[in-house]
């Protein structure tokens, strides 16, 4: 296998690290080459906050769900979309930024593919990774401990450090779903074909569960429990708060 397809084939998130540092300088080179993802119209709506501190580490580690890596971890970092440079740019020739939707979901979408490429960069240097959604449980809060800026808007946070088992941890990466259920091709297939291939997965993804000590578990039943009720519902007030407009 090429050796990209094959270092992508082999993410897992790590949630365990050793205890020794990471290099300053391999995170910067990591953090330039992943720069070079797209970005539309080469706005480069993104910023990320490294977060050294271990106060503010243990506390951004309750604020997070109780998850101790984020403590741990080595590296962490917020990943943030960030509206506040193109505003003062805006600013500095005499002129406005009108927001909208569109432009938040531009920002959103820059800092996903700079965080993809980050983590692949990362992990090409023996790194392991975990994206940190829990970051957004409480984001008044995380907003405060962190005295972000007006227009800086965190979406989620990033460990990253030498795996503390070389195996990495559980049965292997987790299982995603067949080919045949994400690419098409001229159009969409119809509702059973999903339901096949949703059926398929669910198979796959009980052995997996399985191996990691909760039987019975599937794909669908995660996901239908996770959708069964509003999740962070003080988003678009804080998101707003910031400056975003989700109109």
Known sequence: ??????QMSAHRSVRRY??????????????????RAATSHAIQAYSLLRVRDPARRGRLAELCGDQPQVAEAP??????????RHRLAAMARGAARVDNLESFLLGVVDAALLAQNLVLALESQGLGTCY???LRNRLPEVDLLLELPHGVLPLFGLCAGWPADAKGDGPGPPPRMPLAAVLYDERFPDDDHVLEMVAAHDRESERWYAARGRPGRTWSESVTRLFARPARAHLRAYYESKGAALD
């Open 1 to 6: 296998m090429d050796p990209v397809l094959e």
């Open 18 to 35: 050793r205890s020794e540092p990471v290099d300053d300088g391999l995170v910067e080179r990591a953090v330039s080459a992943a720069q």
């Open 132 to 134: 940190i959604g829990g």
């Open 75 to 84: 590296v962490f970092l917020v990943v943030c979309t960030d509206q506040r």
